[in-house]
């Protein structure tokens, strides 16, 4: 824990500061009461100061912050007077995009107002933002200017109107982020404008021409940048940080908070591996060159000749081939196939993939054109990238890895080659902990049964200070818990609910509320099963049923969700955590199942192994801290401010039949709750 006897003492200058100006603000009666009107929160105040801490001597720090903390405050404003005063680059990492904007739009204007209105925290107030997401949400004005100029032989007719569309709104979006165009521009043409290319840089693009450049030198001023994990583990995975015994996780001398920090091991598990999809290779071959339509398509339709165009048809029929039989083979009957042994397919893709790529580069030495030759290389590069990765998997290079074959795609009509690490604590630990310098991992749900080692142990955090400040929330009065007794348990058949059951209570429990009910599934066959019971009974009674998967993004539905203020909202992981609607348009949280994970996922069956495999208990040390974190965020959906009241209905009579069904009862934010059945609940619910 942290010990503020060890905070820095009055003679270590600047650090000192830091913390004394951090108590200033956050102390009962201090400056966010005093200047901005804000209520006076303890557990805000002990998580800054611990930030503040962490950040004076330079060391890493897990902190749990209980909903309603506040905890954005509680990291940007000592990290933002760290930032200025040390001149180190500050880093914010979250879970999704849509956070990088809360933080971004809404926190940190509350940090400049505190800082303007302050005199002590007045040479604070001009701090600078930076907001990045990975290059290919942006759109390159350099790329935009050559797809319109070979706009004959890249696309048909059809994408000249998108072409148009973005050429119009590169003149008025002050971003050029893919999400803020509506409605979307077809994937092909998006892959001929947008910044992830090689002839996406310096000599091409400037800040005035390009959005990523324009961003990346917002960057290079700004004292606070906000990423995403995503797009912060793919940098690390691509080898961006300081070389040799540097400190900084992805620039000089830097530091880091990782907000939603749970995270974290999925996402890094995610990026420090390799994926390639046939989706992705056949884009790429169709982007040199294709002989469909009315007329040849593709950069070698113009660069190329005869026999370059050749090796691309050759390399489309290897490729369809290839993952053909790897689809006949291997995923006929399962969407799942873990590999164990290396060689287990011919690498038929090799030499066409190689012919390609040579010819690219004979291209790219040979023609005139800089920027002809930099599309050249840049495609070349990617499929030697793509190659690599296959060879990989074919081969199971990597003994630290777990490998894997997947169907994807609405119809199943994709295969990826996938691998992750076994145990992700050691590149974690190596790329975020022994970097020389101060890394924040905080989150509403680190603990696990009041236990940080848990998430430690998957994290590489090990031996780190960690800090935990509950909920100020008065759950006692303001949430209602209701547990089924009769709830059928999952079958021998795969895990299937009772469906009939589940749909008569969701429309059941919808009803015990004026406001919405968010109902978290884990199967996405079971949410669409469920939504064509509950549809006619909730539209009779005027509740408005959405449903994950139907088209509309997940901010689609929020916003719908929310301006119904009675709907009933069906989703499965994604709306489990980072989906915050307070009011009373969310009045009920309605969990069908315990989100256990499924045990056949390649990554955790590899992790069950080598727990058992060193004499461990894979259920207690994998399958049920991950479950209960998970629940955990699923639970804290329903209280998002003060104000908030509602009920927490849970679907799963393991909960009181199990041994392990303590674990998420003690998890829950109060302790008393009701049972009820199907024959009770009249007599249980309120009316």
């Known amino acids: 824990m942290i010990n503020f006897a060890e905070a ?77 005063s040390a001149k180190r680059p500050f880093l914010v990492s979250s879970h999704t995009i849509a956070l990088q904007q809360q933080i971004e739009k809404k926190d940190l204007e509350i940090c400049r107002a505190l800082f303007q209105k302050v005199p002590e925290l007045e040479p604070f107030k ?14 390159c004005g350099h790329r935009l200017a050559r797809a319109i100029e070979t706009r004959m032989d890249l696309f048909g007719n059809a994408d000249n109107d998108d072409l148009q569309r973005l050429s119009d709104w590169a003149q008025i979006t002050e971003t050029g982020m893919r999400e803020e165009l509506s409605p979307a521009v077809s994937p092909e043409v998006w892959d001929w404008v947008n910044a992830d290319s090689g002839a996406c840089n310096r000599k091409n693009c400037s800040p005035q021409t390009c959005f990523y450049r324009k961003a990346q030198a917002r960057r290079a001023e700004a004292h606070i940048t906000i990423v995403n994990h995503s797009l912060l583990f793919s940098l690390m995975a691509a080898g961006l940080a300081p070389q040799g015994d540097a400190p900084g996780v992805l620039f000089a001398n830097d530091f880091l908070v990782l907000d939603e920090a749970h995270t974290v091991p999925d996402t890094a598990t995610d990026h420090f591996g390799v994926g390639v999809s046939s989706f992705a290779l056949e884009r790429l071959l169709k982007r040199l060159y294709s002989a469909k339509g009315k007329k040849p398509r593709g950069l070698l339709a113009r660069l190329g000749d005869r026999q370059d165009q050749l090796a691309v048809t050759k390399a489309l029929a290897a490729t369809e081939s290839f993952f053909n039989e790897v ?78 074959l997947e169907r994807g795609g609405r119809q199943g009509q994709i295969t990826n080659l996938r691998s992750a690490p076994i145990d992700v604590a050691p590149d974690l630990r190596a790329a975020l902990f022994e970097r020389g310098t101060s890394v924040t991992l905080t989150s509403a749900t680190l603990t696990t049964a009041g236990s940080i080692e848990p998430f430690q142990r998957r994290a590489g955090a090990h031996g780190l200070e960690y800090a935990v400040e509950a909920s100020p929330f008065d759950y006692d009065n303001h949430m209602q818990i209701f547990v089924a007794r009769d709830a059928p348990a999952p079958s021998a058949d795969g895990g299937r ?15 015990r509320v004026e406001g919405g009910t968010l109902a978290l599934f884990t199967s ?48 499965t992981d994604s709306f489990w955590t980072g989906f915050d609607v307070p009011g009373p348009a969310l009045s009920q949280v309605f969990i069908t199942r315990l989100p256990f994970a499924n045990p056949g996922d390649p990554v955790r069956e590899a992790r069950a192994e080598a727990i058992r495999a060193r004499g461990g208990q894979p259920f207690a040390e994998l399958t049920l801290p991950e479950a209960v974190i998970q629940f955990r965020q699923g639970v804290g959906r ?39 059945t199907r024959s009770d609940r009249d007599a249980v619910f309120p009316s």
């Not at 030697?384 to 990597?398: F, N």
């Not at 609910?497 to 009803?511: E, G, H, R, S, T």
């Not at 066959?525 to 509309?552: F, I, K, M």
């Open 8 to 84: 820095p003492s009055a003679h270590d200058g600047p650090a000192a500061d830091l913390v004394r100006l951090t108590d200033s603000a956050f102390a009962a009666g201090g400056w966010l009461e005093s200047e901005l009107g804000l209520e006076h929160r303890p557990q805000q105040e002990a998580m800054a100061l611990s930030v503040a801490t962490s950040l004076a001597s330079n060391e890493p720090l897990l902190f749990e912050a209980g909903t309603g903390v506040g905890k954005s405050l509680a990291y940007l404003i000592p990290g933002l007077i760290h930032a200025v």
């Open 126 to 139: 001009d701090f600078k933002v930076s907001l990045l997401v990975g290059r290919a949400n942006y759109l």
């Open 327 to 404: 689809r006949s083979r291997f995923l006929r009957r399962k969407p799942v196939a873990r590999l164990l042994e290396p060689d287990w397919i011919a690498l038929d893709v090799g030499r066409p993939y190689g012919d390609v790529i040579r010819r690219l580069k004979v291209l790219s030495q040979v023609d005139k054109n800089e920027k002809e030759r930099e599309e050249l290389n840049d495609q070349a590069q990617r499929l030697q990238s793509y190659l690599a990765g296959i060879r990989a998997c074919v081969e199971l290079s990597d003994e630290r890895h777990v490998y894997w």
């Open 497 to 511: 609910l009772d469906i009939d059951y589940l749909a008569d209570m969701l429309v059941f429990c919808a009803a």
């Open 524 to 571: 996405h066959a079971d949410l669409a099963r469920v939504a064509s019971l509950v549809e006619e009974p909730l539209r009779q009674a005027g509740r408005p049923l959405l449903c994950q998967g139907q088209g509309r993004t997940r901010a689609q539905l929020k916003a719908e969700f929310v301006e119904a203020g009675n709907a009933v909202l069906c989703g």
């Open 638 to 676: 329903l209280i998002r401010s003060q104000s908030d009241r509602g009920l927490l209905t849970l679907l799963d009579s393991r909960l009181l039949g199990k041994p392990y069904g303590r674990w998420f009862l003690e998890s829950l934010p109060k302790q008393d709750f009701s049972v009820f």
